[in-house]
Protein backbone atom coordinates (compact mmCIF):
# COMPACT_ATOMS: atom_id res chain seq x y z
CA UNK A 1 0.00 0.00 0.00
CA UNK A 2 1.34 3.25 -0.88
CA UNK A 3 1.50 6.10 1.46
CA UNK A 4 -0.62 9.51 0.54
CA UNK A 5 1.58 12.47 -0.88
CA UNK A 6 0.37 14.47 2.25
CA UNK A 7 1.67 11.56 4.75
CA UNK A 8 4.85 11.80 2.07
CA UNK A 9 5.68 15.07 2.58
CA UNK A 10 4.72 14.79 6.36
CA UNK A 11 7.87 11.82 6.62
CA UNK A 12 10.00 13.82 4.30
CA UNK A 13 9.53 17.15 6.56
CA UNK A 14 10.35 15.49 9.97
CA UNK A 15 13.40 13.79 8.40
CA UNK A 16 14.32 17.29 7.54
CA UNK A 17 13.60 18.28 11.13
CA UNK A 18 15.26 15.56 12.81
CA UNK A 19 18.64 16.06 10.56
CA UNK A 20 18.60 20.12 11.67
CA UNK A 21 18.03 18.96 15.17
CA UNK A 22 21.27 16.60 14.96
CA UNK A 23 23.04 19.68 13.43
CA UNK A 24 22.26 21.40 16.58
CA UNK A 25 22.86 19.10 19.05
CA UNK A 26 26.58 18.99 17.45
CA UNK A 27 26.55 22.34 18.48
CA UNK A 28 25.65 24.21 14.86
CA UNK A 29 24.27 27.49 15.81
CA UNK A 30 20.27 26.86 15.35
CA UNK A 31 20.68 30.34 13.21
CA UNK A 32 22.84 28.63 11.01
CA UNK A 33 20.89 25.50 10.88
CA UNK A 34 18.06 27.70 9.54
CA UNK A 35 20.01 29.48 6.88
CA UNK A 36 21.15 26.51 5.78
CA UNK A 37 18.03 24.23 5.19
CA UNK A 38 16.91 27.44 3.29
CA UNK A 39 19.33 27.67 1.19
CA UNK A 40 19.12 24.11 0.31
CA UNK A 41 15.62 24.21 -0.07
CA UNK A 42 15.89 27.12 -2.60
CA UNK A 43 18.80 25.54 -4.70
CA UNK A 44 15.93 22.14 -4.75
CA UNK A 45 13.32 24.50 -5.37
CA UNK A 46 15.30 25.85 -8.44
CA UNK A 47 16.25 22.21 -9.14
CA UNK A 48 12.93 21.35 -9.48
CA UNK A 49 11.41 23.66 -11.88
CA UNK A 50 14.50 24.22 -14.37
CA UNK A 51 16.78 21.01 -13.06
CA UNK A 52 20.57 21.21 -13.40
CA UNK A 53 20.69 23.24 -16.42
CA UNK A 54 19.79 26.96 -15.10
CA UNK A 55 17.67 29.29 -12.94
CA UNK A 56 14.72 30.55 -11.96
CA UNK A 57 13.80 34.17 -14.10
CA UNK A 58 12.43 36.79 -12.12
CA UNK A 59 8.82 35.66 -12.56
CA UNK A 60 9.92 32.25 -11.69
CA UNK A 61 11.56 33.54 -8.42
CA UNK A 62 8.11 35.23 -7.47
CA UNK A 63 6.72 32.14 -7.86
CA UNK A 64 8.56 30.52 -5.35
CA UNK A 65 8.39 33.28 -2.79
CA UNK A 66 4.99 33.57 -2.76
CA UNK A 67 4.65 29.55 -1.93
CA UNK A 68 7.29 30.25 0.88
CA UNK A 69 5.52 32.94 1.94
CA UNK A 70 2.17 30.83 2.03
CA UNK A 71 3.79 27.57 3.48
CA UNK A 72 5.00 30.03 6.08
CA UNK A 73 1.59 32.02 7.21
CA UNK A 74 0.04 28.53 7.55
CA UNK A 75 2.51 27.09 9.52
CA UNK A 76 2.30 29.97 11.65
CA UNK A 77 -1.74 29.88 11.37
CA UNK A 78 -1.03 26.17 13.01
CA UNK A 79 1.17 27.08 15.74
CA UNK A 80 -1.61 29.63 16.95
CA UNK A 81 -4.33 27.17 16.89
CA UNK A 82 -2.20 24.84 18.39
CA UNK A 83 -1.48 27.16 21.66
CA UNK A 84 -4.98 28.29 21.52
CA UNK A 85 -6.10 24.87 21.65
CA UNK A 86 -3.27 24.20 25.03
CA UNK A 87 -4.48 27.11 26.58
CA UNK A 88 -7.78 26.72 26.29
CA UNK A 89 -7.67 22.62 27.78
CA UNK A 90 -5.40 24.14 30.47
CA UNK A 91 -8.42 27.06 31.68
CA UNK A 92 -11.73 24.63 31.38
Known amino acids: MSIS ?3 SHLQ ?7 LANTM ?7 RVVSAA ?9 TYSVV ?10 VEKVTAAYKQNLENIQRAK ?10 SNP
Request: hydrophobic letters at 35%; proline letters at 4%; glycine letters at 14%.
Open 5 to 7: EAE
Open 24 to 30: KNDGVPT
Open 37 to 45: LMTASGVYA
Open 80 to 89: REQADAAASQ
Open 51 to 60: GNSGGLNPSG
Open 12 to 18: CMERFIE
